[in-house]
């Protein structure tokens, strides 16, 4: 297997979807070939890194005031009738 | 090397039945679904759009749109695929408005072919993260997401953020499982090109650049 190979089935890798023999031939791969083990093992880290990282959480007060304001706008839609919003 | 373990997602057992009541014009059932899913739906809005006004204001409409239409949501899909479609849109939508000089459409599928190519491979520290304080690594993940092109960014945030399988991505955001697939790909490997700028392993010093 050719790097090159092996990196456009990383993603399938890293989701854990390959059939046995494919991920046996990637992790053969990997075993022997130092560069595409450091890609995998960093792709795997960015992927958690942002999966933990909390960017963007919506504080309690604002998320407070967002919901108000969507459910008295659904109430006003309601009594406007079924027209588009 | 173990495959990464997917979001745990809420059960949504009684979600049809919540939605069966909001259609019937129950605004505290459909105020429920707001609770459950306002956070998802502000953080794709954020990353989208990357301005955080935009983002409230995509959350009121996203919310407002799907109360409205909740007579179109057939139940084929999941509620809340249904619903990050809407988001997604209104999100572009913004993101349009406030960027007219660019095109931005998630249909572009940008060449950047080289840039897939790992040139970094250097390993990263053990612990990368806690190189950096809370404040400085949030500052360095946001500036690194934003320099992909939005629609590889969608993707990923879809994907691997919001925990929404390859079928419920591509369902979302209406792109076929290739495209999903090969978008995010690239989406990872840029970001892992950018990101071991900062967290790779250093011979002597403190890491950080």
Same mark, same amino acid.
């Given at each position: ?9 990383l ?27 450091v ?26 005031r ?20 | ?7 745990v ?70 509620f809340?695929?249904? +619903?990050?479609?809407? %988001? $997604?849109?209104?999100? @572009?939508?913004?993101? *349009?408005?406030?960027?007219? !000089? =660019? ?30 304080s ?14 992909l ?25 209406? +792109?076929?499982?290739? %495209? $999903?697939?090969?978008? @995010?790909?690239?989406? *990872?490997?840029?970001?892992? !090109? =950018? ?15």
């Open positions: 297997m050719k790097c090159s190979e092996f990196l456009q089935e993603t399938n890798y890293l989701d854990g979807v390959l059939d046995d023999r494919t991920k046996a031939e990637l992790e053969d791969h990997l075993a022997w070939c130092h560069n595409c083990y890609v995998c093992d960093t792709t795997k880290k960015t992927i958690e890194i942002y999966r933990d990282s909390q960017l963007y959480e919506l504080p309690d007060d604002l998320r407070n967002l919901r108000s304001a969507i459910v008295a706008k659904c109430e006003a839609h309601k009594k406007a009738g079924p027209q588009e919003a | 090397m173990t495959a990464i373990q997917q979001k997602t809420e059960p949504v057992s009684d979600e049809l039945a919540l939605v069966q009541t909001a259609k019937s014009g129950d605004v505290s059932a459909f105020e429920e679904l707001v609770r459950r899913y306002d956070r998802n739906v502000f953080r794709i809005a954020q990353h989208i759009t990357q301005n955080r006004e935009d983002a409230e204001d995509v959350v009121q409409d996203a919310f407002l749109k799907a109360y409205s239409n909740l007579n179109q949501f057939q139940g084929q899909s999941k809340y695929t249904w +619903l990050v479609r809407i %988001a $997604v849109n209104e999100a @572009l939508m913004k993101l *349009r408005r406030r960027r007219p !000089e =660019r095109m931005v459409s998630l249909d572009e599928d940008v060449k950047t072919e080289e840039d897939s190519v790992p040139r970094e491979v250097a390993d990263w520290s053990p612990n990368p993260e806690q190189q950096y809370q404040a400085e690594l949030k500052e360095i993940l946001t500036k690194t997401i934003q320099g092109p939005p629609s590889f960014r969608t993707v990923f945030v879809l994907r691997d953020v919001e925990g929404l399988s390859t079928e419920e991505t591509a369902e979302a955001l209406e +792109l076929s499982i290739p %495209a $999903v697939k090969s978008r @995010l790909l690239r989406a *990872r490997l840029q970001l892992r !090109e =950018r990101l071991s700028r900062y967290f790779q392993k250093r011979d002597s010093g403190d890491g950080k650049q």
